[in-house]
């Protein structure tokens, strides 16, 4: 399974596991959008996700990059963690990078280890970030930071992240931390 769900204290746990660099690819996505369901049906006060191996999510499974595009669509999955009713919480080690990074931004609250690094790396292949990057990452650092992450394609570290207003905190366990946010911070009351 490279996503997988665990729930304690009404707190859902979502890990990606792809290894080496849990890249996305369709059971990936597939895995994530029943985890939002699974979230939704438990009626779970959060869900934090977060990558195996140290990793959080390092862009789209170059496997598929030959073969027509598989449902469900990171688009798709997106809209579903943005939407859902359970906030979620990226809980963000290693890097979120391309796709890794538009995950963590539909997520209600993104948290950093210090030594982590986010950001959409896209241009460098010759692409532009295709499932919401391009939206979201404005809203939340301002069009003149945003323009300069997606066209450098430079990914940023936690610091620089948090100054920018990318990611709420930078703490060295992100998953605890994700843990310790109260419900006001998330917006649930």
């Known amino acids: 399974m490279q996503v997988t769900m665990r729930s304690e204290n009404h707190v859902g746990y979502v890990t990606l596991s792809n290894p080496p660099v849990n890249a996305i690819g369709q059971a990936l996505r597939q895995g994530l959008l029943e985890a939002v369901r699974w979230a939704e049906r438990d009626r779970l006060d959060r869900v934090i996700v977060f990558g195996a191996g140290g990793v959080f999510a390092a862009g789209a499974d170059a496997k598929e990059f030959d073969s027509p595009p598989q449902v469900p669509h990171l688009p798709e999955v997106l809209s579903a963690i943005d939407e859902s009713f359970v906030p979620w919480i990226a809980a963000i080690e290693g ?34 970030p295709g499932a919401g990057g391009t939206a979201r990452l404005p809203r939340l650092v301002g069009l003149q930071k945003a323009v300069e992450m997606i066209t ?38």
């Open 95 to 128: 890097v979120a990078l391309g796709g890794g990074a538009e995950i963590a931004m539909a997520c209600r609250m993104r948290i950093m280890a210090p030594d982590a690094r986010i950001g959409l790396p896209e241009v460098t292949l010759g692409v532009i």
């Open 152 to 189: 450098m394609g430079k990914p940023i570290g936690a610091q620089e992240a948090r100054s920018a207003g990318l990611v709420h905190a930078v703490e060295d366990d992100p998953i605890e931390a994700a843990f310790m946010v109260n419900s006001e911070e998330l917006g649930c009351i």
